[in-house]
């Protein structure tokens, strides 16, 4: 499709995932979106990468306005710890700038729904950053359940755990950390995406460390007789797997989550089993590729606040069981739908090497 024009990013956060995923896929989405300008708080960070990506524009947390109104930003990108979602988002708005926003959108439901509200105030779009609404191997896992091979989906289990370096953002409640916010939305989002439904019981337990979950486990219980369990963890050996199990067949996944392996499906129907293999892909293009046309045909873009809402209520329900030791009900909700068809594929990215960015898990 033609577009008229490109829009124009910044991008808040030069963590490790920025550097080595969201920045170089600006390249694989330049059709229609163009970096302009980035945001830290590390002039190190900003003065190497503003070399590397060829940028005349880059600023401090404080300056974020200013970047915004000299940069002609049509759209932000939020990469930031999860507990500063909300500010720039806010700020974002204020200033009349779409928003793309790393999950978990915020760290409560509350700040989720002020997000939203400020966004629709403003009349900017806000988008939520789940990668895997954009992949072929979690479309397909989705479509596969739908299609009835498995006939009636039942079980959902997952395991999601690495071991993440000491003093790493997600180890530090001030800034949102723990393996529930960093892992468990994975697992829960993909638990409803596959059964289309939502949870009505949440029951967990949680081993915590300085502040923190460590490790958590939940069982999610879902209409219909359908069981969901997770367990994440920031100190186990790296697994990134789940498995749906219905009453004529089994979907493994695994790895399940990633974006920097390829991912594999190992299916089971009546003792047959068969493997399927997706190859490593860029999974941020599509997603800045998808927004910025949403921003160019003035679309409302999925997954959006309504989709992080629905995972961040399942996330202070596992909380809640897991400090109460009690099951806890949640409200009846309507599952909005599956994510839309992913866009084009488009290749990986190469090898990044970040600026004081390492990766968070030890491997």
């Known amino acids: ?26 390249r694989h989405a330049q059709e229609t979106s163009e970096l302009i300008a980035i ?15 060829a940028l005349e524009l880059d600023g401090g947390y404080d300056d974020l306005e200013q970047v915004l109104s000299d940069g002609a930003i049509d759209a932000l990108y939020v990469a930031t710890p999860n507990a500063l979602h909300k500010e720039l988002t ?33 009349k900017v779009k806000l988008m939520v950053g789940y990668r895997l609404h ?12 739908e299609s009835g091979k498995l006939g009636d989906p039942r079980v959902f289990d997952s395991v999601f755990t690495h071991v993440v370096r000491p003093a790493d953002i997600r180890q530090r409640a001030e800034l949102g950390g723990g393996a529930l916010f960093d892992l468990g939305v994975y697992c829960i989002n993909a638990a409803r995406h596959l059964f289309r439904d939502e ?37 186990l050996a790296e697994v990134s797997s789940y498995r749906i199990c219905g009453t004529e067949g089994d979907l493994r996944v695994e790895p399940a989550y990633g974006y920097a392996d390829k991912l594999e499906h190992h299916l089971t129907i009546d003792d047959d089993l068969s493997h399927e293999s997706f190859s490593r892909r860029d999974q941020f293009a599509p997603e800045l590729d998808y927004f910025s046309r949403c921003i160019i045909e003035d679309r409302t873009p999925e997954p959006n606040a309504d989709e992080a809402i629905a995972d961040l209520r399942i996330i202070e329900a596992v909380r809640l069981s897991a400090t109460s030791g009690k099951p806890v009900p949640l409200e009846p909700r309507e599952h909005a739908g599956v994510p839309e068809p992913a866009p084009a594929k488009k290749p990986p990215v190469k090898k990044q090497k970040p600026v004081n960015a390492p990766s968070p898990s030890l491997k």
Do not use: W
């Not at 499709?1 to 600006?26: D, S």
């Not at 359908?226 to 367990?231: E, G, K, N």
């Open 1 to 26: 499709m033609e577009t008229q024009h490109k829009v124009r990013y910044a991008v808040a956060g030069m963590g490790n995932i920025a550097q080595v995923a969201v920045l170089p896929a600006f």
């Open 39 to 53: 945001v830290s708080g590390d002039l190190q960070k900003r003065r190497e990468l503003c070399d590397k990506y």
């Open 90 to 122: 806010l700020r974002a708005a204020a200033a009349g700038v779409n928003v793309l926003c790393e999950k978990p959108m915020a760290t409560s439901v509350a700040d989720c729904r002020q997000m939203a509200d400020a966004c629709a105030a403003a």
């Open 134 to 145: 954009f992949d072929e191997a979690s479309l397909s896992a989705i479509a596969l359940v």
């Open 199 to 235: 949870p009505v019981l949440v029951f967990a337990t949680s081993q915590n460390r300085d502040g923190v979950d460590d490790t958590t486990t939940a069982i999610l219980q879902f209409p219909h007789g359908r069981m969901a369990q997770f367990t994440v963890s920031s100190s």
